[in-house]
Each structure stands twice: as C-alpha cells, then as structure tokens.
C-alpha cells in the first residue's frame, strides 16, 4: 500500500522532540524500518495518523496490490482507491481484498 505522507523534510528544519519508548517497541520500529531508519519510521506513522484523524487521508494501492472482488453496494459514497472516482452512495461497487487483508473500495467495472 502505498500512503499519503508528507514529503520528506530536511532534519535541520526539524525540531527535536524526546519520547520514551519501550526497549522491544523501539527494537522492532528498528526491524520494521530496514534502511530508512526507525525514526523514519515513527515520523511516517504519526503523519498517517494525522492524516487519518484529519479527514485528508486516502490510502492509494495499485491493481497490483487486490487479490480478489467481491461485487456490493455501496452504503455511503465512496472513492475508489485505484482511480480516486467517487462511487455513490446505493451505487454498484466493488470491495476489493488486498494482499494485506483490507477490504477497501473499488469502483465498479
């Protein structure tokens, strides 16, 4: 899946910020981050979840990334997560599975 996060910021224009995190919790942000580093990491979770919180959040996949449809009706608009085109509400639709588990929808074909 791929996230709508804030472009990266250059570290001098960041503010230092302490938090305590638990020795496991930090072990496995380091695991989890591979390459791009647990701080990173912990920054691209927190503007997902403002993000989310702040209504300007739409999560994108690509074709790729759907296992399956299942044909429903939509029971409040919607956007679709391939193409970003509303789907009415009462409309035909599709709830698509992706590879990470979510159901999420699709416009109708």
Do not use: H
Not at 3 to 9: A, D, F, G
Not at 64 to 76: L, P, T, V, Y
Not at 80 to 94: A, D, H, N, Q, Y
Request: aromatic share 6%; hydrophobic share 35%.
């Amino acid at each position: 899946m791929r996230t709508l996060t804030k472009p990266r910021t250059s570290t001098t224009d960041m503010e230092v910020t302490s938090i305590r995190l638990e020795r496991e919790l930090k072990d496995k942000l380091k695991e989890l981050s591979g390459n791009t580093g647990y701080q990173a990491l912990i920054r691209d979770v927190l503007w997902n979840y403002v993000q989310q919180k702040s209504g300007n959040y739409r999560p994108q996949f690509a074709p790729s990334d759907i296992r399956a449809f299942i044909e429903a009706i939509a029971q409040k608009d919607e956007i679709c997560v391939l193409t970003g085109k509303p789907i009415p509400e009462s409309s035909p639709m599709r709830l698509g599975l992706t590879t990470y588990g979510d159901l999420v929808p699709v416009a109708a074909a």
